[in-house]
């Protein structure tokens, strides 16, 4: 049998790899917080009446703050699994950038929870009579925001990992630094359903990405040292 | 033996956990193709200096030199130089062994699948590449994480109680391999309550670097790190 090319046994593919193949195969761990945002939308309008006038005003709010809920919901698991069973140590260990391999886990944790979450936000955007100026912002908006979400809760379980209860730990480091993108984000959905411009704040989802790329990896790498030392 | 490059060397080295020195003045001197085994009670330390070999933890006072360079310059060479199979095996439920073995291949840059399979054959898992690990037993999880010693190019083999789990021929097979890598030149450092069988084996009990209170008092104004 041929070697692989180094590109395709590069640590990072590795990981990459072996993770999204984790995940796929963990389906209930993938799809409880899709199935939290599908549910928690589908009850907004039985709990409020079909108004659509009412529904239109809100739908923006309560998409962004349940797609914020639903990534908040699958933090926990991102870096758990590896430590309880030892493999973050070998990944620590590797003569490989653990920020790389990092980034790869954080891709893969996009993949599965940011990614979908986009792809059904337009759906339940419907559900809740958004108008139809709003769609594009609504995929644009969320496809940025979950990704930056991503990034930066990975910082927040990563110091949280060796904690037997973190969960509750990871909302209250997370969320501070999850509501400029909540604002923003909602506030796209909410300018392009009233018509106007929404350059403005995919703008600044895009610069809070593009920060939380650069800085986020570096810091869960080096929480993940701390977190495995103690 | 002493002709044997020195690899591995720990100049005074200390480790306090929870306020309570584990070791102290701990000076030792690896070399290559040794057989180490350490010694010590339960709670001694033996599993925290073997992370802190493996650079896994670095809370430690002293010194540690890879090849006469300090491990903090040396650390990637180190690092391409180290097999370590800890306490938790490290090895993924709900993949199959040989999933779970590619991932350490692509670690060392890449193995082929054929090799990998050969691994898993040699310590006796050959028919269950595929298999889910979930459904294999405790040894049979040993041998999967065992079968990377097969296909490793690391000099140093750090190993926390791989014997944990093993049958009688499992314990013989891992023996040999210890034997063999130490005769092509290898470290091994291992951990075992077990008494090993392996030619020219050593020992490094840490009951004897233990700290009692008193010297801990002298101790505090000592310079470390």
Same mark, same amino acid.
């Given at each position: 049998?041929?070697?692989?090319?180094?590109?395709?046994?590069?640590?990072?593919?590795?990981?990459?790899?072996?993770?999204?193949?984790?995940?796929?195969?963990?389906?209930?761990?993938?799809?409880?917080?899709?199935?939290?945002?599908?549910?928690?939308?589908?009850?907004?309008?039985?709990?409020?009446?079909?108004?659509?006038?009412?529904?239109?005003?809100?739908?923006?709010?309560?998409?962004?703050?349940?797609?914020?809920?639903?990534?908040?919901?699958?933090?926990?698991?991102?870096?758990?699994?590896?430590?309880?069973?030892?493999?973050?140590?070998?990944?620590?260990?590797?003569?490989?950038?653990?920020?790389?391999?990092?980034?790869?886990?954080?891709?893969?944790?996009?993949?599965?929870?940011?990614?979908?979450?986009?792809?059904?936000?337009?759906?339940?955007?419907?559900?809740?009579?958004?108008?139809?100026?709003?769609?594009?912002?609504? %995929?644009?908006?969320?496809?940025?925001?979950?990704?930056?979400?991503?990034?930066?809760?990975?910082?927040?379980?990563?110091?949280?990992?060796?904690?037997?209860?973190?969960?509750?730990?990871?909302?209250?480091?997370?969320?501070?630094?999850?509501?400029?993108?909540?604002?923003?984000?909602?506030?796209?959905?909410?300018?392009?359903?009233?018509?106007?411009?929404?350059?403005?704040?995919?703008?600044?989802?895009?610069?809070?990405?593009?920060?939380?790329?650069?800085?986020?990896?570096?810091?869960?790498?080096?929480?993940?040292?701390? &977190?495995?030392?103690? | 033996?002493?002709?044997?490059?020195?690899?591995?060397?720990?100049?005074?080295?200390? %480790?306090?956990?929870?306020?309570?020195?584990?070791?102290?003045?701990?000076?030792?001197?690896?070399?290559?193709?040794?057989?180490?085994?350490?010694?010590?009670?339960?709670?001694?330390?033996?599993?925290?200096?073997?992370?802190?070999?493996?650079?896994?933890?670095?809370?430690?006072?002293?010194?540690?030199?890879?090849?006469?360079?300090?491990?903090?310059?040396?650390?990637?060479?180190?690092?391409?130089?180290?097999?370590?199979?800890?306490?938790?095996?490290?090895?993924?439920?709900?993949?199959?062994?040989?999933? /779970?073995?590619?991932?350490?291949?692509?670690?060392?840059?890449?193995?082929?699948?054929?090799?990998?399979?050969?691994?898993?054959?040699?310590?006796?898992?050959?028919?269950?590449?595929?298999?889910? %690990?979930?459904?294999?037993?405790?040894?049979?999880?040993?041998?999967?994480?065992?079968?990377?010693?097969?296909?490793? /190019?690391?000099?140093?083999?750090?190993?926390?109680?791989?014997?944990?789990?093993?049958?009688?021929?499992?314990?013989?097979?891992?023996?040999?391999?210890?034997?063999?890598?130490?005769?092509?030149?290898?470290?091994?450092?291992?951990?075992?309550?077990?008494?090993?069988?392996?030619?020219?084996?050593?020992?490094?009990?840490?009951?004897?670097?233990?700290?009692?209170?008193?010297?801990?008092? &002298?101790?505090?104004?000592?310079?470390?790190?």
């Amino acid at each position: 049998m041929v070697k692989s090319s180094p590109l395709a046994s590069s640590l990072f593919w590795a990981t990459f790899k072996r993770d999204l193949v984790l995940a796929f195969r963990h389906k209930g761990d993938m799809l409880n917080p899709l199935v939290f945002f599908l549910i928690a939308i589908t009850m907004i309008p039985l709990a409020l009446g079909p108004e659509k006038a009412v529904l239109m005003r809100i739908a923006p709010g309560i998409i962004w703050v349940m797609a914020l809920l639903a990534t908040l919901l699958s933090l926990d698991s991102l870096f758990r699994s590896d430590f309880d069973d030892g493999s973050l140590e070998q990944l620590l260990i590797a003569p490989y950038p653990l920020t790389l391999s990092v980034m790869a886990k954080i891709l893969v944790h996009w993949l599965a929870t940011g990614l979908p979450l986009t792809l059904m936000a337009p759906l339940l955007g419907v559900m809740l009579s958004l108008p139809a100026s709003a769609f594009a912002a609504l %995929c644009y908006s969320l496809l940025l925001g979950t990704a930056a979400m991503s990034l930066i809760g990975a910082v927040g379980a990563a110091l949280t990992v060796s904690l037997r209860k973190g969960g509750v730990l990871i909302s209250l480091i997370v969320m501070p630094l999850y509501i400029p993108i909540l604002i923003f984000g909602a506030s796209a959905v909410q300018t392009a359903a009233l018509g106007e411009a929404y350059n403005m704040q995919l703008a600044v989802l895009g610069a809070g990405l593009a920060i939380a790329l650069l800085l986020a990896p570096l810091a869960a790498a080096g929480a993940l040292r701390v &977190s495995v030392n103690a | 033996m002493t002709a044997a490059p020195v690899l591995l060397e720990l100049r005074n080295v200390a %480790c306090e956990r929870d306020e309570r020195f584990l070791f102290g003045q701990l000076n030792a001197s690896f070399y290559a193709a040794q057989v180490v085994q350490i010694l010590g009670p339960n709670g001694s330390g033996k599993t925290t200096l073997l992370r802190i070999l493996a650079g896994v933890s670095k809370d430690f006072y002293g010194d540690i030199f890879w090849q006469s360079r300090p491990l903090k310059d040396a650390a990637w060479e180190y690092a391409n130089d180290l097999l370590y199979l800890g306490h938790l095996p490290g090895i993924k439920k709900t993949l199959t062994p040989l999933e /779970n073995l590619r991932w350490y291949a692509a670690v060392q840059g890449g193995v082929a699948d054929a090799d990998l399979i050969r691994s898993l054959a040699e310590v006796q898992l050959a028919g269950y590449e595929d298999t889910p %690990c979930y459904r294999l037993s405790a040894g049979q999880l040993r041998r999967v994480a065992l079968a990377r010693l097969a296909f490793s /190019n690391a000099k140093v083999w750090v190993l926390d109680e791989p014997f944990t789990a093993l049958d009688k021929s499992g314990v013989a097979e891992l023996e040999a391999r210890l034997a063999a890598h130490a005769a092509d030149g290898g470290l091994v450092l291992v951990t075992s309550h077990q008494d090993i069988n392996v030619p020219d084996l050593q020992w490094l009990n840490l009951l004897d670097f233990s700290v009692d209170a008193q010297s801990l008092n &002298s101790r505090e104004d000592a310079p470390y790190g």
